[in-house]
């Protein structure tokens, strides 16, 4: 997946596809700086909290050049979120938040 960095097992890469999709609702792509805690485990899912940014659409290919590399310059601090997962009616959903 092009917004991870590290191999991930099945189970995470469905709970990812729920951050993606819901970056894609707001015209961005999600790329994760790392893990937060706060884990939920269900029998076809295993995800987290997550830290990264939440890169515009048209600017994501620049961001990621950067980000490969893991020298992500101050330019993009604006863009940096946190992916909070939430349970309700049996659903995972993820809202972005800025805490800064």
Excluded: C, H
């Amino acid at each position: 997946m092009r917004e991870l960095r590290t191999q991930e097992n099945k189970e995470f890469e469905r709970f990812f596809e729920v951050v993606r999709k819901e970056a894609e609702k707001e015209g961005s792509v999600f790329f994760v700086e790392s893990g937060e805690g706060r884990e939920i485990i269900t029998d076809d899912m295993d995800g987290e909290d997550l830290s990264g940014w939440l890169i515009p659409r048209n600017e994501a290919d620049e961001f990621e050049k950067e980000w490969k590399k893991n020298d992500v310059t101050g330019k993009w601090n604006k863009f940096f979120r946190f992916a909070i997962w939430n349970e309700g009616n049996g659903k995972i959903s993820i809202s972005f938040k800025n805490y800064t």
